[in-house]
């Protein structure tokens, strides 16, 4: 069973930086790709950013594209979200996830990490 802790969060001024991590544990196969996703009260959740293990292609949402950074070091079964230039809307919980199957649907979750911006 895949086990991914999330660590990182916390409450930052608007224009302010933050790292997320999420370290896995417990894998037997390595993970086609990893992501981040985010859920603010009374919305739905949104895919923030994702990259493939193999080749490090990744992708984000356009509201994060020049801001947010997504990056995995193979070696420390560990992927990090960093986030620059932070803005009041990016408040939410964040999740990491890792998706082993050719479609992309993840299959394993993080806890969750609380991201304030306060403007």
């Known amino acids: 069973q895949v086990q991914l802790v999330e660590s990182g969060g916390g409450l930052v001024q608007a224009g302010g930086s933050l790292r997320l991590s999420c370290a896995a544990s417990g894998r037997t196969f390595t993970p086609r790709g990893m992501g981040w996703f985010r859920q603010a009260p009374g919305k739905e959740r949104e895919s923030v950013a994702a990259?493939?293990?193999?080749?490090?292609?990744?992708s984000y949402t356009n509201s994060v594209k020049g801001r947010f950074t997504i990056s995995r070091d193979k070696f420390k079964n560990t992927q990090y979200l960093q986030m620059n230039t932070l803005k009041p809307d990016d408040t939410a919980v964040y999740y990491c996830?890792?998706?082993?199957?050719?479609?992309?649907?993840?299959?394993?979750w993080g806890q969750g990490t609380q991201v304030t911006v306060a403007s």
């Open positions: 990259i493939t293990w193999f080749s490090g292609e990744t």
């Open positions: 996830a890792e998706r082993f199957r050719l479609a992309n649907e993840y299959d394993y």
